[in-house]
């Protein structure tokens, strides 16, 4: 039984959720508008300012769609009324980032800098050069996203330097030592 996906998503009061009869779900709110559509076997209906959505089958992946598609639902609420944001540090000597236009730049370290184009839905802000701090409505995209700018050069084990998540802890190795 998914007790997940029982639990009625609550709408806040600017939020405006339809469904549609093909099981398309459209939520807007004061941050944008956000489409998906329920699997088959998931039906979906709104009453009091609440979402619930109930499944035709009692099969073991139609029993996990339903909480999926019921934590789908709430992050697409919660996307359009308060929205979504990721941080991310960056350590290492002469590591740093800065945002041109469409563009984030960020010099890692290697030969050359790295130009990673910024999504049209997702705002990204430098502070202090180290401290990237993306935003976005979509759960997905913005953790998609820090995710694709850690991947340039993960946090190593020995100095530390790279780009990790903020409050993210890295285990240090001790380096070799001499005899």
Known sequence: MSRIGNKAVE?????????????SVAVEGPKGKLQWTLP???????????????RDAETRSVKALHGLSRSLVNNMVQGVSEGF???????????????????????LGKSHPILF??????????????????????????????????????PEPYKGKGVRYAGEVIRRKEGKTVQ
């Open 85 to 107: 944001a990721k941080n991310l540090e960056i350590e290492g000597v002469g590591f740093k980032a800065a945002v041109q236009g469409a563009v984030l730049n960020l010099s």
């Open 11 to 23: 709408i806040p009061a600017k939020v405006k959720v339809d469904i549609g009869n093909d099981g």
């Open 117 to 154: 184009p910024i999504p049209k839905d997702i705002k990204i802000t430098v502070t202090d050069a180290t401290k990237i701090a993306i935003t976005g409505i979509d759960k997905k995209l913005v953790g998609q996203v820090a995710a694709d700018i850690r991947r340039y050069y993960p």
């Open 40 to 54: 088959r076997e998931i039906k979906a209906s709104v009453q009091d300012n609440r979402v619930s959505l109930v």
